[in-house]
T-cell receptor, first 111, second 117 residues
Framework: QKEVEQDPGPLSVPEGAIVSLNCTYS??????FMWYRQYSRKGPELLMY????GNKEDGRFTAQVDKSSKYISLFIRDSQPSDSATYLC???????????FGSGTKLNVKP | EAGVTQFPSHSVIEKGQTVTLRCDPI?????LYWYRRVMGKEIKFLLH????????ESGMPNNRFLAERTGGTYSTLKVQPAELEDSGVYFC???????????????FGSGTRLTVV
């Protein structure tokens, strides 16, 4: 069983739509949660970093963590074509030094 | 601030050959990590350096892989001899902080795409 499960998509939405990306994880020792964005031929770029259950907002992006159900989400409001990329969820335990990634969801925002 | 630099960006080698990947972390970052993504799979941890010391190499697949970080600056990852299943994208990342002191995560390089034929 994978540590982190993520629907690979692809997900195609029209510009301006609200996008919901989700991951589930299996290990209750995971305490820190991240969303990375990866453009083609580039390395992952950190979007959001959260610790506790609840919501964290940054501009058009909202990260949501539900530790009771081991479920994490990323919402993108007013999606733009420039948001087209692969989105990766990641997590780690108290030990910061080893991240576990989902397989990534490829998002395409159509103009 | 320069980012994490990896080269080559792409390497194609024959099975049985040797390849060396290089990573230059962000200046001042003591922590350096190697990750790998094989086709269709998730990005997976290979190992972690703190300065020149290997802190955790639990993700290294086998003894054909050798990572070094002499002097605690740049790092190399050598694959010898390369096998077909070693094909994938190898990412390097660096960070200044460990444990939960930082909310900045890692900074990743753009990766080296390795193809073994």
């Amino acid at each position: 069983q994978k540590e982190v499960e993520q629907d690979p998509g692809p997900l195609s939405v029209p510009e301006g739509a609200i996008v919901s990306l989700n991951c589930t994880y299996s290990n209750s020792a995971f305490q820190y949660f991240m969303w990375y964005r990866q453009y083609s031929r580039k390395g992952p770029e950190l979007l959001m970093y959260t610790y506790s259950s609840g919501n964290k907002e940054d501009g058009r992006f909202t990260a949501q963590v539900d530790k009771s159900s081991k479920y994490i989400s990323l919402f993108i409001r007013d999606s733009q074509p420039s948001d087209s990329a692969t989105y990766l969820c990641a997590t780690h335990t108290y030990n910061f030094n080893k991240f576990y990634f989902g397989s990534g969801t490829k998002l395409n925002v159509k103009p | 601030e320069a980012g994490v630099t990896q080269f080559p960006s792409h390497s194609v080698i024959e099975k049985g050959q040797t390849v060396t990947l290089r990573c230059d972390p962000i200046s001042g970052h003591d922590n350096l990590y190697w990750y790998r993504r094989v086709m269709g799979k998730e990005i997976k941890f290979l190992l972690h350096f703190v300065k020149e010391s290997k802190q955790d190499e639990s993700g290294m697949p086998n003894n054909r892989f050798l990572a070094e970080r002499t002097g605690g600056t740049y790092s190399t990852l050598k694959v010898q001899p390369a096998e077909l299943e070693d094909s994938g994208v190898y990412f390097c990342a660096s960070s200044q902080d460990t444990l939960r002191d930082s909310s900045s995560g890692y900074t990743f390089g753009s990766g080296t795409r390795l193809t073994v034929v």
